[in-house]
Nanobody, 127 residues
Framework: QVRLVESGGGLVQAGGSLRLSCAASGRTFSNYAMGWFRQAPGKEREFVAAISRSGGNTYYADSVKGRFTISRDNAENTVYLQMNSLKPEDTAVYYC????????????????????WGQGTQVTVSS
């Protein structure tokens, strides 16, 4: 069992930045690939970014590429999402998720490949 707790959400103006954190506990963090997803009101939960177990490979949705950066600190059992140049359309509840391998390159963006989820943190971007 892995417990995930997100933090760092809030209200920010368009063009601003936020850094989300996801602290993991329970099992060896470095065994898990990690992902960030988001869900806006009335919409399905969508993929944002993912990172491999070692941190050597990262993956992004086209909508955030070049603006968001995912990273992890396996010593601190934490994964981060640095969000820059925020837009109103980035407004959503952001969730981190953990995948127990194996996972292939094409699976990182698929919700059903993740085994554990956090409770989410709200990000609101005002125009």
């Amino acid at each position: 069992q892995v417990r995930l707790v997100e933090s760092g959400g809030g209200l920010v103006q368009a063009g601003g930045s936020l850094r989300l954190s996801c602290a993991a506990s329970g099992r060896t963090f470095s065994n898990y690939a990690m992902g960030w997803f988001r869900q806006a009101p009335g919409k399905e939960r969508e993929f944002v970014a993912a990172i491999s177990r070692s941190g050597g490979n990262t993956y992004y949705a086209d909508s955030v590429k070049g603006r968001f950066t995912i990273s992890r600190d396996n010593a601190e059992n934490t994964v981060y999402l640095q969000m820059n140049s925020l837009k109103p359309e980035d407004t959503a509840v952001y969730y981190c998720a953990a995948n127990l391998p194996p996972i292939s390159y094409s699976d990182y963006a698929k919700r059903d490949k993740y085994d554990y989820w956090g409770q989410g943190t709200q990000v609101t971007v005002s125009s």
